[in-house]
């Protein structure tokens, strides 16, 4: 298994203009790791984060989108893969961190998370790529040439369960920018790169 935090900084190196959007357990760990604060879109939405970089990736089409989602979220809006399938953007990275439980809400185990294949369902969905990890060299090792590809591509790692009781503990978003906040933030890069 793959710690969630070193396969985000194995990223870092690739970033460039990426604009990365983070969802309910990876905008926590992304804010310890990112380079690159006014490009970040944090959604602390659960479910919510691949389609808020899918509506990214069409709005910007010469800007890479990188989505961290998580595998509890994605089952919440399994629909957003159909519609990315649809939309097809080349400049979509979905990448899906499965630790097989829901880690914000106290670490309900993902139904039938043995058997679900998420690149499967990616690839059926129409995602021109898909990709599975288990293990943190692979995934360096592979990176590079992943993000050269037309997506929308899915990787999905499978990562070591880290719980987050954001009912018990919830965290402290007073250091984040509001979404709206961010979301300009991540227009007026974009708008003063291109």
Known sequence: MIDSSDAMRAFLPYRENSVVVTTDTSVLLWEN?????NLDLPNPA????????????????????????????LLM???????????S??????????????AMTGGQPVPNADEVSYTEMALAAGYTKAYNFDNLEDWITNLEDILKLDGP?????????????????????????????AAI????????QN
């Open 153 to 181: 591509v899915m990787v999905v790692l499978k990562v070591a369960p880290e719980l987050t009781d954001w009912i018990n503990d919830p965290p402290d978003f007073s250091n984040t920018p509001e979404i709206d906040e």
């Open 89 to 102: 953007p080349s400049n979509l990275l979905h990448i899906v961190l499965d630790n097989e439980m829901y």
């Open 46 to 73: 659960m479910s919510k984060a691949s389609s808020v970089a899918l509506g990214v990736a069409m709005a910007q089409p010469n800007n890479r989108v990188v989505v961290w989602d998580g595998d509890g979220g």
């Open 33 to 37: 790791v990112s380079n690159n604060t």
């Open 185 to 192: 933030l991540v227009r007026d890069s974009l708008h003063r």
């Open 77 to 87: 809006n399994l629909g957003t893969l159909v519609s990315i399938g649809e939309q």
